[in-house]
């Protein structure tokens, strides 16, 4: 089932998400709703306070290239382990952000922690635009938004220009 995206400005999205004690039937169920949400978007990454649930929960899949496998990752609770010195710039978009890109530049590979969907502990590392993405739907699950690494003006103008949009889809 599709789940309804949150769009910034929205103070759910600025909260710090709390970690998933146990994986319930419920919460594998989220985790498709989740998967369904962002191919559906279509998006490589979901994370759950960006449809309203404030708990550790990310989904991604960054193959893009048509006639690729899917690799679609359910993570519960990741946490990154590692991260190297040298870095990338990727321009960021995000779901919660319809219509705005900037540049963010992160740590170019790096190494997390995570729970699978059965509960089982897994470790990867990741680069190029996996690395890019997995930080930043990890960085949703501590309030964060890449807009948080821009400036405060063009913060500021991305915000309004995503309040407009937010307005204008109310309205239908
Ligand atoms: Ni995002």
């Not at 995206?5 to 970690?19: E, F, G, N, S």
């Not at 146990?22 to 191919?39: C, N, V």
């Not at 048509?66 to 321009?91: C, K, Q, W």
Request: hydrophobic residues 35%.
């Amino acid at each position: 089932m599709k789940r309804p995206i949150l769009i910034h400005p929205d103070p759910r999205l600025k909260k710090v998400a709390a970690p998933v004690e146990d994986i319930s039937d419920e919460l594998r169920k989220l985790s498709d709703d989740m998967l369904e949400t962002m191919y559906d978007a279509p998006g490589i990454g979901l994370a759950a306070p960006q449809i309203g649930i404030l708990q550790r929960l990310i989904v991604l899949d960054c193959v893009k290239e048509e006639g690729e496998t899917p690799r679609p990752l359910v993570m519960f609770n990741p946490e990154i382990v590692a991260a190297s010195d040298e870095t990338s710039v990727y321009e960021e978009g995000c779901l919660s952000i319809p219509e705005q890109y900037a540049e963010v530049t992160r740590p170019a590979e790096v190494t997390v922690r995570w729970m699978d969907r059965d509960g089982n502990a897994q470790e990867e590392s990741f680069d190029k635009l996996w690395a890019t993405c997995v930080q930043h739907e990890i960085d949703h699950l501590e309030g964060k938004l890449f807009i948080d690494y821009v400036s405060p003006m063009r913060r500021q103008m991305i915000t309004r220009k995503s309040q407009k949009l937010k307005r204008e889809r109310a309205r239908g």
